[in-house]
């Protein structure tokens, strides 16, 4: 039980850890969640680009509002921006440093899982098989433009009938898949290059102010867990009071109606 | 025993936090649950929606049942709500947090239900194949209405003879799950959006009202637990007193009728 | 719980340890995307060489940029490079040597993924199949030059149709496979023979202040660790006083408006 404690008190202790905790939680659950997903293209023209962009894009704006949701700091940040102003300055470069800290956080798992499903491809291929140009492939010379649409939206699906084994849908999904790998492999280094940018430039710029808004972002957080302790404390004082209050009253009423005379008689 | 003793109060101290756990505990049951369930569809026509829909439904119903029943506060709102007006005033508004609190804990189990169950898609194809329409594949053009009625009331049953190996069979079944997909991920992302306004966008309105209102709920709670407390030691005292008092009884009973006349004797 | 605080502690005690860590865990997180990833060649003339070198080189880059990022020291060196000069000279030394050993720890995960992809072969066989010189094969001899490059485009697609079974393709393959093969180990020989008279023969020049460097090195971190916890334990304490105060005051209010008279009173 102590070693729990301690557990909970450390997590207590320092917020931003538990915040990465979560963070880092929440993007685990993204990939448990995709590899668990059972995707299955409906492969009809008028809904593969539907389905396979919403799956490709809502999951993640799913992410990332819970992603707000889970992190304790975007209600802080509210709440720090409501507050009546007391004796302690409101600084808008708190409130600002709170909001990215927020939303770095809160986009990672909707970066995991776009990142996973451009990787895979499915997505990607589901959506836009439709959308290729047909001049780039030889198979599709003699065919009608309705056949090759009719073609085309079953790329997806390999076990039909009439794209099984067809090389022209091997050539179709190998390009599309290629074409999502080399997205997803940009975004990547795209916010690897920002992250860097962003973390390593930044003690070129404002590193005291940094460490100020960080100081308060941290106080905030305390301020509020210490009240909601001592909140507690002082409930469970006065229920405390009210209880022995009410026994008090119990037996001086009993007492009063004579029906305790002596310590071991009824109530 | 003793690290057993210090958890349970640790849970007791903190009853908010074991409601979650016990909110948290019951969606990973229903998560277990639906995966160990082993779903068959009828594949008759006229019990297919029966089946399916009652899969979909039920279940949730008695979760959130189970849901109000594990959760204390919905006893101490009632209690709330019924107890004579004494010198607290009586607030309709801690008893509609109260409600909400509880309302939104019992709701987490048949959200994940419903979820699992539509991004699964296995109750959404058994419930709906019958209503699907039947123009939209071009399988069907060679069938009459009642064969293809039959047809689609077998598209629940991969090894069903009649329909094994139909490319027509997977075009449907793909079509209905791509639906409930879409439909399980725009409930989640309506939920989050929803949970995700409420939770963030409540500072700006009433945190002072909020605030005082979570006092006293915690408070209600605290003092139920007091009073059950401080009854359970006013009971053993008494009952201790009771029972000394029928041995001294008993013994100047026995004395008078001049019984026991030496100490090693009988009782 | 005590075991797990003493890990902790010697994490944070000694950095450079933690840092070498991350990056072995860098290297095997390498080790592991890269077979996991689903290399597929598209196949086509102009798309070839740019994916095969894309992904030859775009997720080294990455990797690199990441190892830069999840060390704190490269944080520290930008830090100690801007920071104002105080009563501690500046050391342009100790900058470089910093900045020399993150590179170090940096450059390993992407040396990894480069040396995997070209043992492996893949990669190197999608890029440069176009490339190859036709004469070094006796089987292109009656082919025109488009055929050839054709031919070529599809050298790394197993299972097309046009190379199927076909001995030309093997021959290529087999040729750029082992091409890469050689220059892969080239590359290891070359790294490990540098590393090796890097750190065998630096004693030999500067032992005493590379030992100088490395101490202040190790201080620059400590201390801003230090400061980080002794911000969070003043915050902590003024966010108590605060909060107390905030108590004392609401008591006062409650004495001076007569609505507290007894303990065990209402509010």
Redesign the interface.
Known sequence: ???????FQHLQ??SESVMNGICLLLAAVTVKIYSS??F?????ER?NA??GL??LL??P??LF??G??VNRQ??LM??EW??PAGHRRKDLGIIRYMCSSVLQRALAAPLVWILLAL???KCFVCAFSNSVDPE?FLDFANMTPRQVQLFLAKVP?K???LVKNS?AR??VS??L???S??IG??I??LV??V??LA???R??FD?TVF?QR??WS??MD??QK??DE???E???D??????????ANMQSELRALGLRRD??GG?
Chains 1, 2, 3 share one sequence.
């Open positions: 039980m102590d070693r729990f404690r301690m557990l202790s320092s997903l059972d299955n293209c409906p492969c009809l809904y539907l389905y919403g799956l809502t999951p704006l799913a509002l819970c707000l949701l975007s209600v509210v709440e409501r507050r990787l895979d491809g780039k699906c076990e039909d009938e090389p091997k050539a190998r390009y898949r290629c074409l790998q080399a492999w940009s990547t280094l690897i290059v992250a860097f973390r390593c430039l003690p070129c590193q460490l960080r100081y941290n106080y305390l301020e210490l009240f001592t909140c507690c002082h409930a469970r006065f229920a405390h009071r009210c209880v022995l209050h009410f026994f310590p071991a109530i």
